[in-house]
């Protein structure tokens, strides 16, 4: 069972396509497991639909439509082949950060500092708390940690700002696929890892 | 449960009240414009659809800050995606505007990561199958359109261009009030008071 969605905010970017890249696919996970979530998204795509229909105009270049029905039959190209993280939960390696702590990084913006990782604690680890500056967001793929607002399980969503207190603890083994916007400071355990994941 | 990302989210219920007749009209041509390519590869049908919705979405990327030659390629690549996933479109589940809107954002967000070079990702979650929902209510899309057609237009314009700056952009809440020359939190609250209303209102229709 979900406990913990996404706020409104987030929730509209997505709709609209306003969310950076590893935050947009942190947030389809939990909305390809949550129900609430999916029909919210689709009630902003309703919204995001008129939005369109009642829009400006902007003049097009003379030949648009002659190109657009040329391309009509060309042969599409072949869709990238998505990173599997299934079977990098299970095989490949992990970088330790400290006791029963690993990170895995799926994709690094030097210039942003953007990122998305996956995060493995072991049953009673504290997790990184992220100091205040930037903005996290993290889904629960396996397992289940705890914090001040309960427990979080597979499906579960966690968003964190400048105003977020919590202490996130392992309450068993557990997966997290996580993306950052912006530099982060990791305070306590993790804190002496940061250079290897550059962020 | 294998979890394709990035797909479109499931769309809105059905119900069985009435819509006036002439927005059921325009509803419907827009629909069936997606259905006779769907079915018979009709390039009129697409020729129309080329017609009303490219200058729209080249319109708005334009506004979000593309060159008027980007926003131009962005547009004719999502129309070619219309023409290519109509098969995908299903009118009893959502408004075939909504349809076109989330092909566009796709391309948009597509070539936003071409740019970067972020990988797409595809994983599982495991978790317990969801309980079927009690007794679906039912909404006809093309109803909601039209109340949400109404309500945006008593939108005041402040909450509209923050719902439009959101669109299509990965520009962060403290990139929009930099262009909006507005505090954070004003753009925050803009944000979510639009969000809240709108979305009472489709919650209201169900
Ligand atoms: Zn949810």
Known sequence: ?199 | MLVAVETRSQSLPRSRKPVTPEREAEAWTTASHIVAIAERADRSAFTLLFARYAPRIKAILMRRGASAAAAEELAQEAMLNVWRKADSFDPARGSAEAWIFTIARNVAIDARRRDRGVPPVAFEIEMSPEPAPLGDAVVEAAQVSERLRIAIRTLPEDQLEVIRQSFFEDRSHGEIAEALHLPLGTVKSRLRLAMARLRGLVGDLK
């Open chain 1, 1 to 199: 069972m979900i406990r913990h969605h996404p706020n409104e905010e987030t929730l509209g970017l997505h709709a609209f396509g306003g969310l950076k890249a590893g935050a947009r696919l942190v947030v389809s996970a939990h909305i390809a497991a949550c129900r609430e979530c999916r029909d919210a998204v689709a009630a902003l795509e309703a919204v995001a639909g008129v939005v369109l229909e009642t829009a400006e105009t902007a003049p097009l270049a003379p030949d648009a439509l002659a190109r657009a029905l040329e391309q009509l039959d060309a042969p599409v190209a072949p869709a990238r082949t998505p990173i599997d993280v299934q079977a990098l939960m299970d095989k490949g390696w992990w970088l330790p950060a400290a006791p029963g702590l690993w990170f895995k990084p799926l994709s690094r913006r030097v210039d942003t500092g953007e990122k998305l990782y996956l995060l493995k604690a072991k049953a009673g680890v504290p997790l990184p708390e992220h100091g205040h500056n930037g903005y996290e967001r993290l889904v629960v793929l396996k397992g289940t940690f705890g914090d001040h607002d309960g427990l979080y399980g597979p499906g579960d969503f966690a968003e964190c700002d400048e105003s977020t207190v919590h202490e996130p603890f392992a309450k068993t083994d557990c997966v997290c696929l996580a993306a950052t916007e912006g530099p982060l400071r990791f305070s306590g355990v993790a804190r002496w890892v940061q250079p290897f994941l550059g962020v």
